[in-house]
């Protein structure tokens, strides 16, 4: 695991700049809120406010990031004024909680800002229950929203906007369909449902700290498709949290408040957690579980006895995730991992098609190359970005299949197969589009004809046709070619795992 974290590819540095670009923003959010003169609570709301305008917000354009930013407030304000509003009504307290989590996932049939917006719902209506939201703190939680969401936009859009110097690729929508058969509405109802059950049980064990087990039901459902991933993302849930409540008996419970080693250690929990966002569930959840019992320490409460309730109250929730999507309207694990792996062969082919069609200046002798400082395929760059959000997407859909736990190797080797093989598409894709960016290299016939055999490779692993042609010839001494024709292998030794016998078992049901 920690190999995982630590050696994991960041081309250009993404996470790193995500991570530090984190910390001076909610940073600069506490900082303001309590330059303004707010209590604790204010400056811990506002801090969380900056937290997920920073964390969330994944539309493809900046201009779409800054819209989606702008609406934050405007969906969270009206939902803490429920939760404020409801604090001393129990029943239409817990009714409405139950509203938000299901508005909250059906609104990612929006996509991005949707899901953007409903996370921010509703985290907006559990920390009313984190602080004990009552209506008279309401205009000194409203400005903090406002002023955090202000300083996040002004660092990720003023001071540090890196993606107006390198696009974003387009974020990949799941596998849909209509009415019932669409993702989203069964995920709406089976978040529901998990919630509610989360919510009764959660309540028998702690009559106070019933939300753990409501929020950990909810972001066992974020970012997930199928019942297989959420089960993966259930237990890697309980795993972070373990291994975080241990983290925080050696650290946060010595701590114990004190303002400064809390900060300090506040700004490495946030770092943390968006560093390994993307690479290790188990790993940010062990990161927000300091994060959380920091804050408990601030607000005097922190104690061996909350730190077991945490655990109890996730596994709660992280059962009541499981029973909703392995009865409930369930998602299989084949559909979806299919599905990845069509888009991402595609995009295989998308980027090879920029490669063919980047331009040939005249009377340029194309032969090897390395590329001069400076050169760049603009077209190529973005799709090459996306390429690495689907794999990312494969990796998550097929997790059931190569966990530890998994109780069935035959599945579990093909699967690994299949993704050590797509992840050898991506190097080659990686390698080609720098060397394809040499005014020097290879841009005649044969790039073109390479090219089309990849796009036959893929149509035939994509449409059900024939297996793709291998070529086992020595490769090429033109780099660019040499990249491609590692390329037609590993497409052509995908056809084994791909079209086994048991291929519908690969995925599992």
């Known amino acids: 695991m920690l190999k995982r974290v630590f050696v994991a590819p960041d081309p250009g540095r993404a996470r790193l700049r995500f991570a530090a670009r984190a910390v001076l923003g909610i940073g600069l959010a506490v900082a303001v809120c309590l ?40 969906v969270g304000v009206p939902v803490l004024a429920v939760a404020a509003g409801l604090h001393d009504h129990p029943v239409g307290r817990d009714l409405a909680f139950l509203a938000v989590v299901g508005a909250g996932v059906y609104a990612r049939r929006w996509g991005p800002r949707g899901h953007s917006l409903g996370v921010f719902a509703f985290m907006t209506y559990y ?18 929203i406002a002023l955090s969401v202000l300083s996040a936009a002004l660092v990720r859009f003023g001071v540090w906007c890196y993606e107006r110097r390198l696009a974003p690729a387009a974020a990949p929508a799941p596998p849909d369909g209509t009415g019932l058969a669409r993702t989203t509405t069964r995920q709406a109802v089976q978040a529901t449902a998990g919630a509610g059950f989360a919510l009764v049980v959660g309540q028998l064990v702690s009559g106070q700290r019933w939300y753990w087990a409501v929020g950990a039901t909810w972001w066992i459902f974020v970012n997930t498709t199928s019942r297989g991933e ?24 010595p701590v114990h408040g004190a303002p400064v080693p809390t900060a300090v250690l506040v700004t490495v929990a946030v770092f943390g957690i968006f560093y390994t966002a993307a690479v290790s569930y188990t790993w940010m959840m062990l990161w927000v579980t300091l994060l959380a019992e920091l804050l408990y320490g601030l607000l005097g409460v922190l104690g061996p006895g909350l730190l077991a309730l945490r655990l109890a109250e996730t596994a709660v929730g992280a059962l009541g995730a ?6 409930l309207l369930p998602v299989t694990t ?12 595609r ?27 400076g050169s760049t395929m603009a077209g ?27 109780p069935m190797p035959a599945r579990k080797r093909r699967a690994r197969r299949v993704l050590a093989l797509l992840d050898d598409c991506a190097r080659e894709i990686r390698g080609l589009v720098a060397v394809a960016a040499d005014p020097q290299a290879c841009h005649d016939a044969r790039l073109a004809a390479a ?53 519908s078992r690969l995925v599992g049901a």
């Open 230 to 253: 959420t089960l993966v993302r259930g237990f890697r849930r309980v795993l972070g949290t373990v291994i975080g409540i241990a983290l925080g008996f050696l650290v946060a419970v």
């Open 347 to 373: 995009s295989v082919h998308a980027c090879t098609a920029e490669v063919a069609a980047y331009p040939q200046p005249p009377g340029v002798a194309r032969a090897s190359g390395i590329p001069p400082m």
């Open 35 to 74: 330059s303004a003169g707010y209590s604790l609570v204010g400056a811990v709301t506002g801090g969380l406010a900056a937290l997920l305008a920073l964390f969330t917000v994944t539309d493809p354009t900046v201009r779409g990031q800054a819209v989606t930013t702008v609406l934050l407030p405007a």
């Open 451 to 503: 090219c089309r055999r990849v796009e036959a490779a893929v149509e035939a692993l994509t449409a059900g046709g024939a297996r793709p042609p291998h070529h086992p010839a020595e490769p090429p001494a033109e780099p660019a070619l040499a990249h491609l024709h590692g390329l037609e292998r590993a497409l052509a030794d995908l056809a084994e795992p791909l079209r086994s016998p048991s291929r």
């Open 127 to 144: 920390v009313a229950q984190f602080l004990r939201a009552t209506p008279d703190r309401l205009p000194e939680l409203y400005s903090a």
């Open 322 to 327: 499981a029973l909703a999507v392995l009865c």
């Open 334 to 345: 084949h559909a979806t991992t299919n599905a990845w792996i069509q888009r991402a062969l």
């Open 380 to 406: 190529a760059a973005p799709r090459v970005a996306e390429l690495e959000q689907l794999l990312g997407r494969v990796r998550l859909s097929v997790a059931p299949l190569v966990h530890p736990l998994n």
